[in-house]
Nanobody
Framework: QVQLVESGGGLVQPGGSLRLSCAASGRIVSISTMGWYRQAPGKEREFVAHSLSGGTTGYSDSVKGRFTISRDNLKNTVYLQMNSLKPEDTAVYYC???????????????WGQGTQVTVSS
């Protein structure tokens, strides 16, 4: 089994910044895509950003130019640098990883428990 542990959430004023981290642990052989989703109150969970193992990144239109995803493959860790935060960014942010574990023949989706990001003055 793989565990994804997020950290870095909190309360920040509009225009501020936060850096989220997600560390994967377990019997990991390889991780393909790592990414972030978020869910605001009363809203569906939505895609935020992802990073493929080869370095290709993708972003939701709502965060382009403000958020940056990066990863450290040796540490099985993905980061989300969030700048110019807006109240509408308030949500629980979930880490996601597509992972192959020792002895497995295919990849499996794993999700973290989420970390709260609140943007408010």
């Amino acid at each position: 089994q793989v565990q994804l542990v997020e950290s870095g959430g909190g309360l920040v004023q509009p225009g501020g910044s936060l850096r989220l981290s997600c560390a994967a642990s377990g019997r990991i052989v390889s991780i393909s895509t790592m990414g972030w989703y978020r869910q605001a109150p009363g809203k569906e969970r939505e895609f935020v950003a992802h990073s493929l193992s080869g370095g290709t990144t993708g972003y939701s239109d709502s965060v382009k130019g403000r958020f940056t995803i990066s990863r450290d493959n040796l540490k099985n860790t993905v980061y989300l640098q969030m700048n110019s935060l807006k109240p509408e960014d308030t949500a629980v942010y979930y880490c996601h990883a597509i992972t192959r574990t020792l002895g497995a023949t295919s990849y499996t989706n794993y999700w973290g428990q989420g970390t709260q990001v609140t943007v408010s003055s």
